[in-house]
């Protein structure tokens, strides 16, 4: 699995996570809540029971009351049965709670009234109307409001009981005996009440539209309970069940009871029944409401994280593609530092301060021959590009001056190399020079670069032309020239970014301040390259300061100071003769400069079988010509250049034989240039003004 | 350059003396005739004297040992100094060459 995918993967988990945590969270409040809720509801339902047994303990005491208050009258006429209805009506009128009001004489009281008599007032229509109930068809000695009082001998409420056939048994009756004064029972005065209004009353005022409150008597019998309307019948039997079994909630726990007793006769329970669901419905809803607040707060968090991961990819890829390029700048920048020369003798020194990682200039410098070639070159522009054509131009210089000697040909190998790829359209403004130390003399040739200073009393431009930079057109000519050097003279080389470094005010620093610089470091003695390089860079960089460099710096110092010359020369005719008259020449001179005998002999033999070359070959038959040999040496090299004037013959190019043939395969010819390349340590060939001229270097020591 | 030639009945004795160089290969191409009519006589060239040989020279050794060998003889060099025998070294003549 790769990284993004674990790294989102875990962005996810931790949404989700954060969903759990905001779920417990809203878990633990809403039970908490819920608790809370439960608490108040049973508190409230407390509150709604005991404010139910008030009214109902009220209604019964009232009841009591007018039946203590009036039953004078009652008793008053106890014996006079018509006068009975009368005293009735005086009683319930009394009372509006009380529907009918009755006097149920014990048997045979009034003989002319038969044996069961009950003079009744009732209210019906609004009106008092009266009635007689007893007959054999009421015997109403079998009836608990009768029987009770009578046997007890003390008011008593009934049961309720239904007075007609309807659902509830709604009907109660206090019943008060009535003694004769003989203290026997006389009659019983009974009140009735109807009691279908307490179920309206009870249920009038409930908190919750599906909480309702009932009546029960001791035994579980339903006194009064809901309308229909409210509650459906059903649902008052199921909570009749659970009571009985002392339950307080149902099964599914969705309706919660609580029960309160009167604490006075009938003792009757009263019951309030509510909906736990309907209760907490609103935090439910509270919490599907909180919890799309939550999901769409999750949704904006998980696409923040997202935007933010991916921004912080971005920049985490952006700035490891920077590493990476400028790890590679580093590398390209190392490869650069490589190619310039980093070991300066005491006469040479020279510096590259590129102005960006990578720079567009180069300077170098190498012995060979008793010659010293150098270049300075900078390229258009700046950066890698600049940087890569540089690489392959100082390259190519290697390369090219490895076998070639002049500076104008040089120049030329260059340029065509650079303009058959240079698809970049760079261009590259080079010098080239080539200082001969045996013999003084400096050949360069320029590329549209500035003009080198030679110092000696001061610092001069040196006469040089300028041509056209390399890159520009194929076949562009590249003038050589040359003067003679003194020894102790200097030559100051370096790139436009010294002259057009810029102060403050944007004011280049000039060749003009440069050959002042230099002329005062003359002045002070301090010409000496390493010196002078750091004179002039700290004067630069004085009159720049505080303005970013922008052009590669480049200085190159050489000092002329070839030592202690040893130098001789030969002219002989082209005859194989005249190899002795060589010879002895070439003796002389290796004993003036204590070359060990052997050492001398490898040196004499290479040169003799050169010049034998030469006479062989750059003669046809009986053309005359001189051969003329030059000798130099600074005691630490021996130079031997052999020119001839007869027709271009480059012995270097010959193939070498080859040395492990067996002896009748071994071809006569061809030794020479084996044992020349051999024993000396470089050869060299150029043509040179109509002239072969073959250089052989052996360093002493 | 110095060159001493005696014919033995079994072989050839030859002493090179001074430098073999450009100009005394030319001369010594006559001197050393015998070398060439040696018939299946072996040759022995003491080089103790020798001071210096160049390619010429080898050219010339080259030439006798090819004739000797098409004879069926042997060539021998004897005592070779330092520097003969770095040109026969930087030459691969020391392969071809039997030295002593």
Request: net charge negative; hydrophobic share 40%; charged share 25%.
């Amino acid at each position: 699995m790769d990284s993004s995918k674990r790294n989102r993967i875990a962005r996810v988990g931790f949404v989700v996570l954060a969903a759990v945590l905001i779920e417990a969270i809203s878990i633990t409040q809403y039970q908490r809540v819920r608790s809370i809720i439960e608490e108040d509801m049973a508190v409230q339902s407390k509150v709604v029971l005991s404010a139910m047994v008030s009214d109902v303990d009220h209604m019964l005491e009232t009841t009591e009351h007018t039946m203590n208050e009036n039953l004078w009258i009652v008793r008053r006429y106890l014996d006079n049965p018509d006068s009975a209805f009368a005293a009735l009506t005086y009683l319930i009128d009394d009372n509006p709670q009380v529907a009918a009001g009755f006097l149920a004489y014990v048997p045979d009281y009034f003989p002319s009234k038969g044996r069961l008599f009950e003079p009744c007032a009732l209210r019906r229509d609004g009106a008092i109307v009266h009635s007689q109930l007893g007959g054999p068809e009421h015997d109403y000695t079998l009836s608990e409001f009768y029987q009770k009082p009578a046997s007890e001998l003390k008011p008593s409420w009934s049961n309720p009981y239904p007075d007609a056939p309807e659902y509830y048994a709604n009907t109660i009756t206090y019943s008060y005996p009535i003694l004769d004064a003989k203290g026997r029972l006389a009659a019983v005065c009974g009140l009735d009440m109807n009691l279908s209004w307490l179920g309206d009353t009870l249920n009038s005022h409930q908190p919750y539209p599906s909480s309702f409150g009932m009546l029960l008597t001791q035994d579980g019998l339903l006194v009064a309970g809901p309308p229909e309307s409210r509650t459906a019948p059903d649902k008052v039997e199921k909570m009749l069940e659970i009571l009985r079994i002392g339950a307080t909630r149902t099964e599914d726990k969705k309706l919660a009871i609580q029960t309160s007793n009167m604490l006075r006769a009938p003792y009757w329970q009263v019951v309030e029944v509510y909906s736990t669901d309907e209760a907490f419905s609103r935090i439910l809803k509270m919490r599907r409401q909180s919890w799309l607040l939550v999901l769409i707060a999750l949704g904006i968090l998980f696409f923040m994280i997202e935007r933010y991961t991916r921004g912080e990819k971005k920049l985490s890829e952006a700035s490891a593609e920077k590493a990476r390029l400028s790890g590679e700048l580093e590398v390209a920048r190392n490869i650069q530092e490589e190619m310039l020369p980093k070991v300066f003798p005491d006469n040479i020194f020279g510096t590259v301060k590129p102005a960006l990682e990578v720079g567009g200039d180069l300077f170098d410098f190498y012995r060979r021959d008793g010659k010293l070639f150098f270049c300075i070159g900078d390229v258009s522009g700046k950066g890698v590009p600049a940087a890569m054509l540089m690489s392959v131009i100082h390259s190519l210089f290697r390369i090219v001056s490895r076998s070639e000697d002049r500076p104008s040909f040089i120049l030329k190998t260059l340029n065509e190399q650079i303009c058959e790829r240079n698809s970049a359209n760079l261009f590259v403004t080079f010098f080239v020079g080539c200082i001969d130390l045996y013999t003084s003399k400096f050949y360069f040739a320029n590329a549209g670069h500035d003009k080198p200073f030679v110092l000696s009393e001061s610092a001069e431009l040196l006469p040089v032309k300028a041509n056209l930079p390399l890159g520009v057109f194929p076949d562009t000519v590249f003038e050589e020239q040359s003067i003679m050097l003194t020894p102790g003279q200097s030559l100051f080389l370096y790139t436009d970014g010294l002259t057009e470094a810029k102060n403050k005010a944007r004011v280049n620093f000039g060749r003009t301040r440069l050959k002042e610089c230099i002329d005062k470091a003359i002045a002070d003695s301090a010409a000496v390259p390493q010196t002078l390089i750091s004179r002039v860079g700290a004067a630069v960089s004085a009159y720049s300061h505080g303005v970013t460099q922008s052009d590669d710096l480049t200085m190159l110092v050489i000092n002329y100071a070839p030592g202690k010359i040893l130098s001789d020369k030969i002219t002989i005719t082209n005859d194989l003769s005249e190899v002795r008259r060589l010879n002895e020449f070439v003796k002389g001179f290796l004993e003036q400069l204590d070359v060990p005998v052997r050492e001398a002999s490898h040196l004499r033999l290479a040169l003799e079988e050169s010049v034998v070359n030469s006479i062989s070959y750059a003669y046809p038959k009986g053309l005359k010509g001189e051969i003329t040999v030059y000798a130099d040496s600074d005691f630490k090299e021996v130079r031997f250049t052999v020119v001839d004037s007869g027709v271009a013959f480059d012995p270097t190019a010959v193939l070498s034989p080859d040395t492990t043939l067996e002896a009748n395969e071994r071809p006569i010819g061809g030794l020479g240039i084996l044992l020349t390349r051999k024993l000396v340590d470089s050869v060299s060939y150029c043509r040179k003004h109509g002239n072969n001229v073959l250089s052989l270097t052996k360093i002493l020591i | 350059m110095n060159t001493k030639v005696q014919v033995l009945d079994d072989k050839i004795l030859v002493s090179l003396s001074g430098e073999f160089d450009t100009a005394a290969a030319e001369e010594m191409e006559k001197s050393l005739q015998p070398l060439l009519d040696c018939g299946a006589k072996d040759i022995f060239i003491d080089c103790t004297e020798l001071d210096y040989i160049s390619s010429r020279g080898l050219r010339i050794l080259l030439v006798f040992l090819k004739n000797a060998k098409a004879n069926g003889s042997r060539l021998v060099l004897q005592n070779v100094n330092d520097v003969v025998r770095d040109v026969l070294e930087l030459t691969g003549f020391v392969t071809i060459f039997e030295i002593e």
